[in-house]
C-alpha cells in the first residue's frame, strides 16, 4: 500500500505543519454610513487573499407587523448587496496601492461565469442575490421563489430586507460578504508580507441609496415612506499565514534588499455618458476615448445604461431591479474596439449571439444568465411572446401594484436584457493567478484606446434609443509592485 504524500513531507513531523493559519475579527477603525477605515494589525508573515469582508444592509423603516402580505422590501436582484459597496482603497503607510472605483459592478461583471448551481447557491446567499430561474408551464422563464418570511426563522434563505439587530434572533437585515481578493484583484496573484510593511489600512465608500440598494416589491395596504439603507456591523475576517522560522527569515532578508518585481492585474473604471440619438429611424455612431495610453492591457468588460428615471422623475424598472449593476442592449446596438489604430474585429459586433460570445472568450468560461437577459428588452406591454415571465413571488407574497408595488410589466422589465454585458480577451494566457507581463494583451501607443458604439434610434412608440447612456469600461491592466523594506511602490508594466 502506497503511504499518502503528505505523509512523507520531511517537514510533516508530530503534526506540526510548516504554515500556520490564524483568523482574526478585525471591527473598523472609525466607520460611518458613507465610509469604513480599517487598520489591519501586523500579525503572522502573510496576509492571505482569502480574506472577508463582510457587513449587513439594513432598511430603517422594516415593520415585522407589516412585511408578510403588506410591506416587502428587496435588494436588486442579479447583484444583491453588492450594490451596496462603491469603491475601495488599499493603503501602505500613505502610498495607495490597490483600489477599485466600482466595486459592485466590477464583482458581478466576474461572476456572472461562476455556474450556475454555484451562483444560485453561493453567490446568492454571500450577497442576497437572486440568480434562479426556472421555466414555467407556459415555456416562459422565471425567477425562483425563495422562502417565505414565517421560515426565516428556520434559517431558509428569504430575501426580505429587514432591519439590523444585535440581538441575532431578531435581525432581519441581509449579511453580505466578499473575499478581499474580489474587491481588489491584485491580491489575486500577490499575499502580502504584512509583517514587514508600513502600517496598512482598507477603506471602503458605501452606497446607500435606497433607489441605488433596494427596491419596493410590495406595498399593498401602508405606504412605505421611511427609505433610510444603513451598513451596519462591517467587519474584516483577516486570514494570517505563519510560517516556519527559515522561511521567515529568508523573507526579512527579501524584504531588506528589496523583493522582485511582482507584477499583478488592477482593474481600472472610465465612465462616459453618450448623447441620444437624435432622429427616429436613424444609426449614429459615438467614440469613446479612454486614456489608457501606455498601458498594458489583458481584458476589457463595457457596459451600457440607460436612464435611470423616466422624464417624470419616476424609477424605471431596470434601475428598480438592477440599479447599476445592470447592462442594456440598445436597438441596432454595435460596437468595436480599436488600439493602436487596429480595429480588434475586423467587421462590428452587432447581435447579441457575437457580443455573448466575445464575453465568453473574456470570461475564458460561459456566462451563466438567465434567459432574455441579454437580448433587447423593448418596454413594451406584456405579451405572449415574451420570454421572462412577470410573475415573480419572493419571500411567499404575489405582488400587488398599490402604492409603489411592481405591476407585471415591471417585474418582467426588471430581468428583461439588463445583463447584455460585451467582453474583449487582449491576453494571452490562461485565467488565473500567475500574471506575465511579457505574456499579456496589448502594449498601447501614445494614442487613446476608442470604443466606438453605434446605436439606432427608436420610433416614437419606442424611446429606448432616444435616451442618454452611461457607458462603463471596466479594464484589466497589468501593474508591478514593488517592496523593500517597510515601503512599497506602484508601477505601470
Request: with cysteine.
Given at each position: 500500500?502506497?503511504?499518502?504524500?503528505?505523509?512523507?513531507?520531511?517537514?510533516?513531523?508530530?503534526?506540526?505543519?510548516?504554515?500556520?493559519?490564524?483568523?482574526?475579527?478585525?471591527?473598523?477603525?472609525?466607520?460611518?454610513?458613507?465610509?469604513?477605515?480599517?487598520?489591519?494589525?501586523?500579525?503572522?508573515?502573510?496576509?492571505?487573499?482569502?480574506?472577508?469582508?463582510?457587513?449587513?444592509?439594513?432598511?430603517?423603516?422594516?415593520?415585522?407587523?407589516?412585511?408578510?402580505?403588506?410591506?416587502?422590501?428587496?435588494?436588486?436582484?442579479?447583484?444583491?448587496?453588492?450594490?451596496?459597496?462603491?469603491?475601495?482603497?488599499?493603503?501602505?503607510?500613505?502610498?495607495?496601492?490597490?483600489?477599485?472605483?466600482?466595486?459592485?459592478?466590477?464583482?458581478?461583471?466576474?461572476?456572472?461565469?461562476?455556474?450556475?448551481?454555484?451562483?444560485?447557491?453561493?453567490?446568492?446567499?454571500?450577497?442576497?442575490?437572486?440568480?434562479?430561474?426556472?421555466?414555467?408551464?407556459?415555456?416562459?422563464?422565471?425567477?425562483?421563489?425563495?422562502?417565505?418570511?414565517?421560515?426565516?426563522?428556520?434559517?431558509?434563505?428569504?430575501?426580505?430586507?429587514?432591519?439590523?439587530?444585535?440581538?441575532?434572533?431578531?435581525?432581519?437585515?441581509?449579511?453580505?460578504?466578499?473575499?478581499?481578493?474580489?474587491?481588489?484583484?491584485?491580491?489575486?496573484?500577490?499575499?502580502?508580507?504584512?509583517?514587514?510593511?508600513?502600517?496598512?489600512?482598507?477603506?471602503?465608500?458605501?452606497?446607500?441609496?435606497?433607489?441605488?440598494?433596494?427596491?419596493?416589491?410590495?406595498?399593498?395596504?401602508?405606504?412605505?415612506?421611511?427609505?433610510?439603507?444603513?451598513?451596519?456591523?462591517?467587519?474584516?475576517?483577516?486570514?494570517?499565514?505563519?510560517?516556519?522560522?527559515?522561511?521567515?527569515?529568508?523573507?526579512?532578508?527579501?524584504?531588506?534588499?528589496?523583493?522582485?518585481?511582482?507584477?499583478?492585474?488592477?482593474?481600472?473604471?472610465?465612465?462616459?455618458?453618450?448623447?441620444?440619438?437624435?432622429?427616429?429611424?436613424?444609426?449614429?455612431?459615438?467614440?469613446?476615448?479612454?486614456?489608457?495610453?501606455?498601458?498594458?492591457?489583458?481584458?476589457?468588460?463595457?457596459?451600457?445604461?440607460?436612464?435611470?428615471?423616466?422624464?417624470?422623475?419616476?424609477?424605471l424598472a431596470p434601475q428598480r431591479g438592477c440599479g447599476r449593476c445592470r447592462s442594456q442592449r440598445n436597438k441596432g446596438f454595435e460596437y468595436n474596439l480599436f488600439i493602436n489604430?487596429?480595429?480588434?474585429?475586423?467587421?462590428?459586433?452587432?447581435?447579441?449571439?457575437?457580443?455573448?460570445?466575445?464575453?465568453?472568450?473574456?470570461?475564458?468560461?460561459?456566462?451563466?444568465?438567465?434567459?432574455?437577459?441579454?437580448?433587447?428588452?423593448?418596454?413594451?406591454?406584456?405579451?405572449?411572446?415574451?420570454?421572462?415571465?412577470?410573475?415573480?413571488?419572493?419571500?411567499?407574497?404575489?405582488?400587488?401594484?398599490?402604492?409603489?408595488?411592481?405591476?407585471?410589466?415591471?417585474?418582467?422589465?426588471?430581468?428583461?436584457?439588463?445583463?447584455?454585458?460585451?467582453?474583449?480577451?487582449?491576453?494571452?494566457?490562461?485565467?488565473?493567478?500567475?500574471?506575465?507581463?511579457?505574456?499579456?494583451?496589448?502594449?498601447?501607443?501614445?494614442?487613446?484606446?476608442?470604443?466606438?458604439?453605434?446605436?439606432?434610434?427608436?420610433?416614437?412608440?419606442?424611446?429606448?434609443?432616444?435616451?442618454?447612456?452611461?457607458?462603463?469600461?471596466?479594464?484589466?491592466?497589468?501593474?508591478?509592485?514593488?517592496?523593500?523594506?517597510?515601503?512599497?511602490?506602484?508601477?505601470?508594466?
Amino acid at each position: 500500500m502506497s503511504m499518502p504524500l503528505t505523509l512523507l513531507q520531511p517537514r510533516v513531523v508530530n503534526e506540526t505543519q510548516d504554515q500556520v493559519l490564524d483568523t482574526v475579527k478585525l471591527f473598523p477603525h472609525a466607520t460611518s454610513n458613507v465610509q469604513t477605515r480599517f487598520v489591519l494589525p501586523r500579525q503572522g508573515t502573510l496576509l492571505d487573499s482569502n480574506s472577508t469582508l463582510t457587513w449587513h444592509v439594513s432598511w430603517d423603516g422594516f415593520d415585522p407587523a407589516k412585511v408578510d402580505g403588506d410591506q416587502l422590501v428587496l435588494l436588486k436582484n442579479t447583484c444583491g448587496g453588492l450594490a451596496s459597496i462603491r469603491r475601495a482603497r488599499f493603503f501602505v503607510g500613505s502610498k495607495l496601492i490597490f483600489d477599485n472605483e466600482d466595486v459592485g459592478s466590477s464583482v458581478h461583471i466576474k461572476k456572472l461565469s461562476d455556474s450556475p448551481d454555484y451562483r444560485v447557491e453561493v453567490d446568492d446567499l454571500y450577497s442576497g442575490g437572486q440568480s434562479g430561474y426556472y421555466v414555467t408551464t407556459n415555456g416562459k422563464f422565471e425567477l425562483i421563489p425563495d422562502g417565505a418570511v414565517s421560515e426565516r426563522s428556520r434559517g431558509i434563505y428569504c430575501r426580505a430586507l429587514g432591519k439590523y439587530s444585535e440581538d441575532g434572533a431578531s435581525d432581519t437585515s441581509i449579511q453580505c460578504s466578499l473575499k478581499i481578493k474580489d474587491i481588489f484583484s491584485g491580491l489575486k496573484s500577490i499575499q502580502l508580507p504584512i509583517a514587514e510593511l508600513d502600517d496598512c489600512r482598507i477603506e471602503i465608500d458605501w452606497e446607500t441609496g435606497f433607489d441605488e440598494v433596494a427596491y419596493i416589491f410590495r406595498d399593498s395596504a401602508t405606504a412605505i415612506t421611511n427609505t433610510t439603507i444603513e451598513i451596519k456591523n462591517p467587519t474584516l475576517l483577516l486570514d494570517y499565514l505563519t510560517v516556519d522560522e527559515e522561511m521567515e527569515m529568508a523573507l526579512k532578508m527579501t524584504m531588506a534588499e528589496g523583493a522582485p518585481p511582482l507584477p499583478f492585474v488592477h482593474t481600472s473604471v472610465s465612465s462616459k455618458i453618450i448623447p441620444e440619438a437624435s432622429a427616429d429611424n436613424t444609426s449614429e455612431t459615438t467614440d469613446v476615448l479612454l486614456a489608457l495610453q501606455g498601458k498594458l492591457l489583458m481584458k476589457m468588460y463595457v457596459s451600457h445604461r440607460l436612464n435611470n428615471t423616466n422624464l417624470v422623475g419616476a424609477v424605471l424598472a431596470p434601475q428598480r431591479g438592477c440599479g447599476r449593476c445592470r447592462s442594456q442592449r440598445n436597438k441596432g446596438f454595435e460596437y468595436n474596439l480599436f488600439i493602436n489604430d487596429l480595429a480588434i474585429h475586423d467587421q462590428p459586433v452587432n447581435s447579441a449571439t457575437q457580443a455573448y460570445n466575445f464575453l465568453e472568450l473574456a470570461h475564458q468560461r460561459p456566462p451563466s444568465l438567465m434567459a432574455g437577459t441579454y437580448d433587447r428588452n423593448k418596454f413594451g406591454a406584456v405579451a405572449v411572446t415574451d420570454v421572462v415571465s412577470d410573475s415573480y413571488t419572493p419571500a411567499g407574497q404575489a405582488p400587488n401594484i398599490a402604492n409603489n408595488g411592481l405591476t407585471a410589466r415591471e417585474i418582467r422589465d426588471t430581468v428583461a436584457g439588463n445583463q447584455a454585458y460585451i467582453g474583449f480577451d487582449l491576453s494571452k494566457f490562461d485565467d488565473g493567478s500567475e500574471v506575465v507581463p511579457e505574456n499579456a494583451g496589448y502594449r498601447v501607443g501614445s494614442s487613446s484606446v476608442i470604443l466606438r458604439i453605434t446605436q439606432t434610434s427608436g420610433a416614437s412608440a419606442d424611446t429606448q434609443g432616444s435616451r442618454p447612456k452611461t457607458v462603463q469600461v471596466f479594464t484589466e491592466e497589468v501593474r508591478v509592485l514593488q517592496m523593500k523594506g517597510g515601503k512599497v511602490d506602484v508601477f505601470e508594466a
